[in-house]
């Protein structure tokens, strides 16, 4: 029985949970730990409580809050905290002492009514001089009292900002309680620091992290976005550190070498990087499988180039076994020339991953050329949107429109590929008619098909002529020759883009399209019929028609198919069509393209979707209609 609750729970959310404690005492027992496990501060009616909890007035108040984490406290395994009272409230009662994991987010940007009222009084208004000033808001905060010896020197006080006199000593306090709340629970597997910390106070004695990092045994990753944790010590006194992820290049000993520490497998740095010291990090990490950049900085200078390289700088000087490679280059001065693209991938021979911002023909090429083991290829983040005017501006990134074709080498030599998920990418049709792919073993596939020209209404009522009028060739005008070769054209294109996807009969996603409409600024308001809506921009033209009459049964091989989408495709998806997934795709578990669009406000209701929506619904009620950011 308890197996069969614990199974149960992965399909409740929060007002389930509390609907199943309430049936009896011993589904209580069995619910209480589940539910309690993960504590996110963002989730179900926490923010809510958390902006009016220091109204003592209110039945949600912090003795309230003090009083169920004294009860349930014990069954909390993970934090994911915003709000300072609960690093008080986690610490203070105590209980908090079987936590796996914690983390820390932007304290900054979360504060109670009270606080918030508290910083506009002092900001805009000037009672007897009581106003802020710019110069006022960097002097030092005022220091509270040490909770225990060992934290004596190891705090200074920041800068006051807008903090009142009672916000500045909490901030004093709740720094030393996050602390000792990491020493109050040995268990710790996974602690992420914010540079947020720094705001309650600062922290100046490093050697105090290395001795609370070295009190947890269990310690496995550690995500740090602010302290300047020198490597080799970190690693030395933290042996079961597999994960760490840094906002700033490690810093180390100037020459002196280090390690080896074959204990780390990941790593991440958030930041710029120099060949020299990433060549230092690697040779100090013999077992290094996972390394995550930035980006390394310097590419585009002739003295960090392969044939300029000395022996003291040159940026590698053996291979090494890293099997995942992730570069953000999004910036165009961040980008990898063909020349240090080869030089990387011949030091690292046992890739089989690569993830890319930015995946460029060159970059294809060499992973292409170098690893014809690879397995998977990624974009590092969706972004918002397909928009063209809007991704580069919200997103980072720096080219205007999808790069096409851009990953063909990799379709073309790499048989092992299993997973390309890149979907701010695209494929010609025309290029996939004219190429051979070669991973028959393909699993997951998401990338854009376009340039498939279709008719457009005009031209479709010539060809509806063309064809029930009964007209030759040599009767045909210009005009309609033009017209006949260019459905003709489509149709062809579509036939040899079904015939390359109907040959992955492993794959699992199919997903050819996004979200692809300026979902932040809409472009322009209209009215029909006495309601106001808005213009979020259109489908994205030239993408397949996924109808029957366009080929879409040549895909009924693909009856392992979990997912499949197609937001933003201009298809020609009908009940037909519909009926016909339904029948042909008994494994799917996910639709993107017929989901509502609750999230877009003013959105005029597309009727036709909803009722696609509603005939597979009815067809296949367990499949899950969502929007591929959730992917």
């Not at 496990?37 to 209110?58: F, G, K, V």
């Not at 014990?74 to 908090?96: E, G, P, S, T």
């Not at 600062?202 to 947890?216: G, I, N, P, Q, R």
């Amino acid at each position: 029985m308890p197996e069969l609750l614990k199974a149960i729970s992965a399909y409740l959310n929060g007002i389930s949970f509390i609907a199943c404690i309430q049936v009896c005492k011993h589904w209580n027992e069995s619910f209480i730990p589940i539910l309690w496990n993960t504590i996110d501060d963002s989730l179900y009616a926490w923010p809510r409580i958390l902006r009016r909890i220091d109204e003592d007035q209110r039945v949600f108040n912090e003795a309230w809050l003090r009083d169920i984490f004294a009860k349930y406290g014990q069954y909390i395994r993970h934090l994911v905290l915003r709000w300072r009272v609960l690093i008080d409230i986690a610490y203070l009662n105590k209980a908090c002492t079987n936590l796996f994991s914690i983390k820390i987010l932007d304290i900054k940007q979360f504060h109670t009514l009270n606080e918030e009222y508290a910083v506009r009084l002092m900001k805009y208004r000037t009672p007897r001089g009581s106003r802020r000033y710019p110069n006022q808001r960097h002097s030092l905060a005022v220091t509270g009292p040490v909770i225990v010896p060992e934290l004596k020197g190891v705090f200074a006080p920041t800068a006051i900002l807008l903090k009142t006199e009672e916000r500045q000593l909490k901030d004093w306090m709740t720094h030393q309680y996050f602390w000792m709340l990491l020493r109050q629970n040995p268990g710790l597997q996974c602690i992420s620091l914010h540079s947020q910390l720094d705001l309650l106070s600062e922290l100046k004695s490093m050697k105090f992290v290395y001795d609370t990092f070295a009190m947890l045994p269990n310690l496995t990753t550690l995500e740090s976005h602010h302290y300047p944790l020198e490597y080799d010590i970190l690693l030395s006194r933290v042996p079961s550190l597999r994960n760490y992820s840094s906002a700033i290049v490690p810093p180390m000993p100037a020459f002196d070498l280090i390690g080896p520490f074959g204990n780390l497998r990941s790593l991440t740095i958030n930041t710029s990087t120099p060949w020299i010291k990433l060549n230092r990090i690697l040779r100090s990490t013999p077992s290094l499988t996972k390394l995550n950049l930035l980006y390394v900085n310097d590419l585009a200078n002739n003295s960090a180039s392969p044939s300029s390289s000395t022996e003291s700088g040159a940026p590698f000087s053996e291979t090494f076994h890293i099997t995942s490679l992730a570069i953000n280059n999004s910036s165009r001065n961040a980008s990898l020339d063909p020349e240090m693209a080869n030089f990387i991938f011949q030091h690292l021979p046992e890739l089989n991953e690569i993830c890319f911002a930015h995946l460029s023909l060159d970059i294809s090429t060499a992973a292409a050329q170098f690893y014809p083991q690879l397995e998977q290829a990624r974009q590092l983040c969706d972004g918002d949107s397909l928009y063209t005017r809007y991704y580069p501006k919200h997103t980072g990134g720096s080219f205007l429109t999808p790069l096409v074709n851009s990953q063909g080498p990799l379709f073309r030599s790499c048989r092992y590929l299993r997973v390309f998920d890149a979907i701010q990418h695209s494929f010609d049709a025309d290029h996939i008619s004219n190429t051979l792919w070669v991973c028959d073993g393909l699993e997951v596939f998401r990338c854009q098909i376009v340039g498939l020209s279709r008719l457009n209404q005009d031209e479709h009522s010539i060809l509806s002529y063309i064809t029930e009028s009964g007209l030759q060739e040599d009767d045909c005008s210009t005009e309609e020759l033009r017209i006949l070769k260019k459905a003709h054209t489509c149709r062809c294109l579509h036939v040899a883009v079904y015939n390359q996807l109907a040959r992955f009969v492993k794959l699992r996603v199919l997903d050819l399209g996004y979200e692809y409409r300026n979902i932040k600024y809409p472009t322009t308001s209209y009215t029909v019929a006495g309601n106001e809506y808005r213009y979020y921009g259109d489908v994205i033209q030239d993408t397949m028609q996924l109808s029957l009459a366009s080929g879409l049964d040549q895909l009924s091989t693909l009856e392992n198919l979990e997912v499949f989408g197609f937001e933003g495709v201009d298809h020609e998806i009908d009940l037909l069509e519909i009926e016909w997934i339904a029948e042909h795709w008994p494994r799917l578990k996910v639709m993107r393209g017929l989901q509502k669009d609750d999230h877009l406000r003013y959105v005029k209701p597309d009727k036709f979707r909803r009722m696609l929506r509603r005939k597979m619904q009815s067809l296949r009620p367990s499949i899950r209609h969502e929007s591929g950011k959730m992917w």
